[in-house]
């Protein structure tokens, strides 16, 4: 029973999940509100989202050439950090999908290659390319930019809606036994000195 009531979240989430996204940034631009803690589905997702709304930031703040080398380097460790916390949150909620479908008999289901963490991440940088691409063309002063910004607004959301529509085949799919997906594993290396051989060598960590 409890493996049908998590697999009914999942399906109810995917049919929704690009208004969560963007309800979400709308709260967070305006008031900086963190999402709430928790760890069932919806609160993961929004964690992961809110690792890319962050990421985000840091990634424009690290392109700065008005600021001296050791900004930019505190920048580069945040955004280590944040992405670590991103892609560990992309599994947790693969595990959190699988568990709501652990019943399921996947024994003549397809596989299939992208996992529905990894298609929720794309939407959550889907979300973020479309408000930020709608406010460069509320705010530019020239037509010319405006109008260039306006057209790939459409083209972002054609892109995001063909997304959600194949999460959600994916998830329905998995409901019927037809297809599945696995956790694939990230294994990031480069922020654990166990394991990045440069920052072993230098005693970080």
């Not at 505190?74 to 019943?103: H, P, S, W």
């Not at 973020?128 to 405006?146: D, G, H, S, Y």
């Amino acid at each position: 029973m409890a493996a049908a009531v998590q697999r009914e979240e999942a399906l109810a989430l995917s049919r929704e999940i690009d208004a969560i996204h963007d309800a979400a940034l709308l709260q967070w631009y305006d008031r900086e509100q963190p999402p709430p803690a928790g760890d069932d589905l919806r609160a993961v997702v929004l964690a992961q989202h809110r690792s890319n709304f962050e990421l985000w930031g840091l990634e424009d703040q690290a392109r700065r050439r008005d600021v001296e080398d050791s900004t930019i380097a505190e920048i580069k460790r945040a955004i280590d950090a944040t992405n670590q916390r991103r892609n560990d949150l992309m599994e947790r909620v693969d595990e959190l999908v699988l568990a709501g479908f652990a019943d399921v008999d996947v024994a003549t289901a397809e596989l299939n290659s992208e996992t529905a963490g990894q298609m929720v991440d794309r939407l959550s940088i889907l979300a973020l390319k479309i408000r930020n691409m709608r406010k460069t063309a509320e705010r530019a002063a020239e037509p010319e930019l405006a109008a260039e910004c306006r057209a790939k607004v459409e083209v972002l959301l054609a892109q995001r809606a063909d997304l959600v529509a194949c999460l959600q085949r994916l998830l329905e799919q998995f409901a019927h036994g037809a297809r599945y997906f696995k956790i694939y594993r990230q294994f990031k290396a480069y922020n654990d000195p166990r394991l990045n051989p440069a920052l072993a060598r230098r005693g970080d960590g």
